[in-house]
């Protein structure tokens, strides 16, 4: 039965709220869940407390206060060892545009903030809004943080975030690169110090974050440099149904030569391209592998362009770099297939990469560690752990006066 302090870390999207309960010193996970389908037809919860798996469907209107509505009265009322428990609120939000480098307690004129950063996230961030009005609601005493995708990437310096348009777009509009799975990029970061017995501020990795959004980051001294998302996750690396780097021309040739509108367009460069556009079958990289295997020839070139263009990626960030410390794979993709690694440090021979078959064969299902020979540049496979990185956070931010307040969860 834990006593120690928890929290309660929220991760609102448009028409979903993951939740979980957390305990910022080890990352331990009692309670974790997700409400979804939320303003659709049939919404339903599902949860697990100590692994153990719970589900139901909530009222047709439900949205993201009836979740958390759940949460307290269903869930957490006859847990109070949890529910006693909890320190802060840790809401994921997905922009902060250039205001946060940080995370941050929440009060009106970060809300407002938020706000204005709606333009840049509009899924996202109103949803983010609700979560944190719903959870003011529903817990009042309790200091509520928030914790955001881009803050890891504000360190990037103006050459690398700047785009080659007029400059007025920027100055004016906020129109730059700002990157994103920020957390994750941070928190593998930091590990990676560990695991290399290096100081985090002294350390320089590349970190390939590759789930159905992919991202990589140059990391210099601990600190983003670049990153392959821009002004929305639709930049950079292939994704499961992203684009990722096209030819902006792209955008005039649909619209006049194919009569597309704006929404078909950014339906097909969001929803309908990447893994899935390409092999015309799947956007899971799983069933890809699988596909190829059997001889899939859309499987196979899928697979084949999302490894090429993630190596091209790794190959530019070397040259960014002073020196690279190592390549770092997370997220469902980089944490589980050896075969995309394979691939992609086969295409890497010339810089000096080399994998250990045995190892890359070892480091999946949570596995971490390093998965090259060494003569090779070191490379690891580190699992991610955003919500950690939010708990830590929010836990840190408390103020002195919350009640619960445990000063050792700083130590
Ligand atoms: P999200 O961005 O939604 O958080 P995840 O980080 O969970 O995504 O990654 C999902 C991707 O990871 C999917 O493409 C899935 O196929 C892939 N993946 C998960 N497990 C494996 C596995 N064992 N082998 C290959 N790919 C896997």
């Known amino acids: 039965m834990p006593t120690s302090s928890q929290v309660l870390v929220l991760n609102c999207g448009s028409s979903s709220l993951k939740f979980a309960v957390i305990d910022p010193r080890n990352g331990d996970l009692s309670v974790s869940g997700i409400g979804e389908a939320l303003g659709e037809e049939e919404p339903q919860i599902k949860w697990s407390i100590h692994g153990q798996k719970f589900a139901t469907s909530l009222p047709g209107d439900a949205r993201h206060t009836e979740v958390i509505r759940f949460l307290v009265e269903q869930i957490l009322n006859d847990k109070p060892e949890l529910r006693d428990h909890l320190v802060a609120i840790g809401h994921r939000v997905v922009h902060g545009g250039e205001k946060f480098s940080h995370s941050v307690l929440i009060n009106d004129a970060v809300i407002n903030a938020i706000q204005e950063c709606v333009a840049l996230a509009p899924l996202h961030n109103p949803a983010h809004l609700q979560g944190i009005q719903a959870a003011r609601e529903a817990f009042p005493e309790l200091p509520q943080v928030a914790v955001f995708d881009t803050a890891f990437h504000q360190s990037m310096p103006r050459h690398a975030f700047v785009y080659a348009l007029p400059f007025a777009l920027y100055r004016d509009h906020g129109i730059r690169r700002y990157g994103m799975h920020g957390t994750s990029h941070r928190f593998v970061t930091e590990r990676a110090a560990e695991l290399l017995n290096l100081p985090v501020n002294e350390v320089n990795i590349i970190s390939a974050h590759l789930g ?5 980051t140059a990391i210099h001294n601990g600190r983003s440099i670049d990153t392959s998302m821009g002004l929305t996750p639709l930049e950079g690396l292939v994704m499961g149904t992203r684009c990722g780097d096209v030819d ?6 649909l619209s006049s030569r194919l009569d597309y509108c704006m929404k078909e367009i950014s339906d097909m ?3 309908k391209s990447g893994l899935l556009g390409i092999s015309e079958l799947s956007n899971d990289c ?3 592998e699988q596909a190829a295997s059997e001889g899939h020839d859309g499987a196979q070139l899928a ?3 999302f490894c090429y ?3 091209k990626y790794i190959g530019a960030y070397h040259a960014v770099l002073p020196q690279v410390d190592a390549l770092v794979f997370t997220g469902g993709i980089g944490e589980n297939s050896s075969l995309v690694r394979e691939k992609v440090l086969g295409q890497l ?3 000096g990469y080399e994998l250990d078959l045995g190892k890359n064969a070892r480091a999946r299902f949570g596995e971490e560690g390093p998965i090259a020979s060494d003569r090779s540049c070191v490379t690891l496979v580190i699992p991610t752990n955003e919500e950690w990185v939010i708990a830590r956070d929010a836990a840190e931010l408390v103020p002195p006066d919350t009640p619960n307040h445990d000063p050792s969860v700083r130590e």
């Open 349 to 351: 021979r010339g810089l």
């Open 248 to 253: 902006p021309g792209l955008l005039m040739h």
């Open 286 to 288: 799983r069933a890809l």
């Open 212 to 216: 159905n959004g992919a991202s990589i």
């Open 303 to 305: 697979m084949d362009i």
């Open 269 to 271: 460069l969001n929803k």
């Open 309 to 311: 263009r993630l190596a």
